[in-house]
């Protein structure tokens, strides 16, 4: 899967948004961060939520090389709800280091935020497109590729 570009109604070129819809495996909050299980259903697609992992777990949900989507809207547990995979959106970053418009962003493990990219081989998921410099849990706008990234931290 490729970001698109695409032409807005003035100047300027906009991502192209890219949602799905997604089986809940537990219930999540707008603008929260998800995984893709590699589960595929009988028409062969990935079509259910898991929990970011860490980096020293082997395997396609691990933050450095996972597949991640953000919740669009509220969605229950074991529910179907829509997720974007690419483009902008409101996105929960975790507060504990303050962001600047412009840094780059990687999903923090075992959770529903992203952080600032700062560690060695994180898959940068995210640009801040606004600042953040609350101590707490808070949404702000995010240009988002959950599929391809932006390329990852370098030692």
């Known amino acids: 899967m490729t970001m698109f570009l695409s032409s807005g109604p003035g100047a300027g ?6 949602e799905v819809t997604l089986l809940a495996h537990e219930a999540f909050s707008k603008g929260d961060v998800v995984a893709l299980s590699l589960d595929i259903n009988d028409k062969g697609q990935l ?22 989507a953000v919740a669009i809207d509220d969605v229950a547990q074991l529910k179907e709800g829509r997720f974007l995979v690419s ?14 418009a412009g840094q780059p962003l990687s999903v923090k493990a075992s959770s529903t935020s992203l952080v600032l990219g700062t560690t060695p081989a994180d898959k940068l998921v995210g640009w801040a497109l606004e600042p953040q410099s609350v101590a707490s849990a808070v949404i702000i706008s ?3 590729d959950g599929i391809n990234g932006f390329g990852t931290v370098h030692a």
């Open 13 to 18: 070129l906009e991502p192209r948004r890219q």
């Open 47 to 68: 079509y259910k939520t898991r929990s970011p992992a860490a980096i020293t777990v082997d395997g396609v949900y691990a933050i450095d090389i996972g597949l991640f």
């Open 87 to 100: 483009g902008i959106i409101d996105c929960e970053v975790d507060g504990t280091t303050s962001i600047l």
């Open 142 to 144: 995010v240009m988002f």
